[in-house]
């Protein structure tokens, strides 16, 4: 059984800085992807970060390209996501998922496991 279970939550002030974790078990995590999604009041779940198996590659979102940072570590079978320079608009459920492959993937549907979310509140 698979289970991410997401952490680091919280409230913080624009301009501030926030670094998720995600704790993954119950499959090999170095053999997949990972990414980061974000779900705001009223919106779709939307496309954050992703990286590769071994952590070689990224891609981001525009919206937060510059301003956070996604990274992972196989020894603890965690990835992180940094997130710096924040804004009122990053405020969202943020969730964890793993990917369908090793690869970087940013549609919902390429990934088959999610944590169960995290919040995040940027205050103006």
């Known amino acids: 059984q698979v289970q991410l279970v997401e952490s680091g939550g919280g409230l913080v002030q624009a301009g501030g800085s926030l670094r998720l974790s995600c704790a993954a078990s119950?499959?090999?995590?170095?053999?997949?992807?990972m990414g980061w999604f974000r779900q705001a009041p009223g919106k779709e779940r939307e496309f954050v970060a992703a990286?590769?198996?071994?952590?070689?590659?990224?891609y981001y979102a525009d919206s937060v390209k510059g301003r956070f940072t996604i990274s992972r570590d196989n020894a603890k079978n965690t990835v992180y996501l940094q997130m710096s320079s924040m804004k009122p608009e990053d405020t969202a459920v943020y969730y964890c998922?793993?990917?369908?492959?090793?690869?970087?993937?940013?549609?919902?549907?390429?990934?088959?496991?999610w944590g169960q979310g995290t919040q995040v509140t940027v205050s103006s």
């Open positions: 998922a793993s990917a369908i492959t090793p690869g970087v993937r940013a549609l919902v549907r390429d990934y088959d496991y």
């Open positions: 119950g499959r090999t995590f170095s053999n997949y992807g």
């Open positions: 990286v590769s198996w071994n952590g070689e590659i990224t």
